[in-house]
């Protein structure tokens, strides 16, 4: 079992940044892609990007591209999503995952998520316009 956790969620002005840390508690080295989702208010919950167990590949979703980038420390069992340039539109609980199926197949599930096999709890981010 991999547990998950998040951390570096809060609140932040349109435009600024924030980077989201997600501690596992097993060594991530191992065959396993790690990504994030996120939850808006009120709606579906929606791939956001996904990095591979090596960090060879990245996926992004097309709303995140340019202003995210997801990466890895397999040394330190974590993987981070930095956030810049950030939108009204990007406050969501945010979720770090893990996926034994790969990258790739994390950005692909559909609904968003499904099947993916671990999740941290989530962390809340809320940028203000």
């Known amino acids: 079992q991999v547990q998950l956790v998040e951390s570096g969620g809060g609140t932040v002005q349109a435009g600024g940044s924030l980077r989201l840390s997600c501690a596992a508690s097993?060594?991530?080295?191992?065959?396993?892609?790690m990504g994030w989702f996120r939850q808006p208010p009120g709606k579906e919950r929606e791939f956001v990007a996904a990095i591979s167990s090596m960090a060879y590949s990245t996926y992004y979703a097309d709303s995140v591209k340019g202003r995210f980038t997801i990466s890895r420390d397999n040394a330190a069992n974590a993987a981070y999503l930095q956030m810049n340039s950030l939108k009204p539109e990007d406050t969501a609980v945010y979720y770090c995952a893990a996926h034994k199926t790969g990258a790739q197949a994390m950005g692909r599930t559909t609904p968003a998520g499904n099947g993916v096999d671990y999740w941290g709890k989530g962390t809340l981010v809320t940028v203000s316009s």
């Open positions: 097993i060594r991530t080295a191992t065959t396993i892609a």
